[in-house]
């Protein structure tokens, strides 16, 4: 499970309020005292606690088990009730069926005839006679599923890193987090990320009037009417329905990566002065930020450089998520980053070169890998927003233009690419 066995995949969080400011035994005495304890008798949709992030039953939440340098490793537990909509229905004809029976009523049965309908009262009387079984079952523990959601959290940074990709399971984290320590927990998306960094230069002014830019013409749309409403920027539909219009940034990003990584052999040299090389691999995921042509998914071998991505380029289409390799010249990470939402998925975590000597050791090699390459992608993304937000944009964005233009040209790799397109 992530973050100590197998592929990881993460969402960015930021913690604000009362969180906590470093690890102690005080932390971990909280933790101890969220356990769950499932209810018996009602019939909680959802309900949560913590373990110390083994299975959902772990609550030794001892030092040398949850906390690795200045990060702590737990997990949430949550456990949801929910009846198959196939079960309510059954017991509910079947109580149906039992008030014909006591009514004397026998159509319906082996008789051929349909059976009567009943009348309000009694089909409200069936209702609730099958609506107490269920629960009668939910109440002996049926229908309930248990969830393990891991968290690898570091107080000194206010950051959080957990697999809770949906609402449902954000919404869970953020109630317990708040229960438990009263502090505030927010998911960070490509533009709250956006923020924070120029923040910590003083740069936050410019944030605001940051839009989205056209990298070739938009597409030829059919009629007049959708010309007007195309205009000559794109809208990026995908970020204009949700929380952060300006989650757009994420998708410029990937972008940047893979015109960095076909013009300039992917190495960006970072601000500390690490060289970081990449190359898009195995998938790219793309929709039309006009919103005219659809969206694409391409799988195989440097997908890239197919020509099924050079024309989608050509079409108004950008990345929405990406397949990355990435080498810092001493580790080599592989994994999926989708750009608005800045998350990372089927992160793979090399293995190291020498066996480890315990299982902690184990632990500890894995979060600080984890810990390695998002770092190196939050750096990444700053010195995207460095050349995105400084005087260098201009010629930046010619060379995009001028490499999607150019692609025209580029050949399709020996193996073939799956082109799946959906508009």
Not at 85 to 112: C, F, K, M, N
Not at 208 to 215: C, G, T, W
Not at 382 to 393: V, Y
Request: proline fraction near 6%.
């Amino acid at each position: 499970m992530p973050f100590i066995k197998g592929s990881v995949t993460y969402a960015r969080f930021r913690l604000g309020g009362d969180a906590p400011a470093r690890i102690d035994e005080t932390m971990l005495a909280a933790l101890k005292a969220g356990v769950l304890s499932p209810t018996l008798g009602v019939p909680v949709e959802v309900e949560t606690g913590w373990t110390a992030g083994e299975h959902i039953l772990d609550h030794d939440f001892g030092f040398e088990r949850c906390v690795f340098d200045a990060s702590l490793h737990a997990a949430m537990r949550m456990d949801s009730v929910r009846v198959p909509p196939e079960i309510r229905t059954a017991y509910v004809a079947q109580e149906q069926t039992a008030l014909r029976r006591a009514a004397g009523d026998e159509r319906g049965d082996d008789s051929g005839l349909p059976a009567r309908p009943l009348g309000r009262a009694a089909r409200r009387e069936a209702r609730e006679s099958a609506e107490r079984r269920w629960l009668e079952e939910v109440s002996d523990g049926r229908y309930r599923s248990s969830k393990l959601v891991p968290i690898l959290w570091n107080p000194a940074r206010g950051v959080l890193l957990a697999p809770a990709t949906t609402d449902k399971v954000a919404d869970a984290l953020r109630d317990l987090v708040q229960s438990t320590f009263g502090a505030r927990l927010q998911g960070v998306s490509s533009a709250g990320l956006a923020l924070d960094l120029l923040a910590s230069r003083g740069e936050t002014g410019i944030f605001d009037d940051a839009m989205p830019e056209a990298f070739c013409p938009p597409p030829a749309p059919r009629t007049a009417e959708l010309a007007a409403m195309v205009g000559d920027r794109p809208d990026v539909p995908w970020v204009q329905g949700g929380p952060e219009p300006k989650d757009f940034l994420g998708n410029i990003f990937l972008l940047w990566l893979w015109m960095h990584a076909e013009r300039h052999e992917g190495l960006v040299d970072l601000s500390d002065g690490r060289g970081i090389t990449f190359l898009v691999d195995r998938l790219i995921d793309m929709e039309c930020a006009w919103g005219v042509t659809g969206r694409q998914s391409l799988r195989g071998d440097a997908p890239g450089r197919s020509a099924e991505a050079a024309k989608a380029l050509q079409q108004g289409k950008w990345p929405r998520k990406l397949g990355l390799i990435l080498s810092d010249g001493e580790s080599e990470w592989s994994f999926d980053l989708q750009g608005d939402l800045f998350r990372v998925s089927g992160l793979k975590i090399p293995r190291p070169e020498e066996r480890p000597g315990s299982e902690r050791e184990a632990v500890e090699q894995r979060i600080e890998s984890t810990l390695a390459v998002d770092g190196i992608l939050v750096a990444l993304y700053d010195e995207f927003l460095k050349e995105r937000f400084g005087s260098a944009w201009n010629a930046r964005k010619s060379e995009i233009r001028e490499w999607i233009a150019s692609k025209g040209g580029s050949s399709v790799p020996e193996a073939p690419v799956v082109e799946m397109t959906v508009g």
